[in-house]
């Protein structure tokens, strides 16, 4: 069962760029209609994606690509967690 998307391929890549693992998903799906409700559970998402992102130092970015699809992107330290 497909949950947030009606794309059926998505491309994943994972490289690392010194210091950083970068993370990305790039599907080729029409834009995604907006929730019915908003999402009140902290943790879930792409927002609680971008919050443990950031706890460890890192970000992620998420919104649809030109022409169609969608695209996530998380950057991760590869040393440590930050202070």
Known sequence: MVKH???RHA?????CEGSRLL???VDEGPP???PAAPDTERGFGLIGMRERAVAVGGGARHGPVPGGGFR???ELPTEGAAS
């Open 5 to 7: 998307s009606a794309a």
């Open 32 to 34: 995604a209609r907006p």
């Open 72 to 74: 996530v992107r998380a």
């Open 11 to 15: 491309a994943v890549s994972v490289t």
């Open 23 to 25: 993370v990305e998903v």
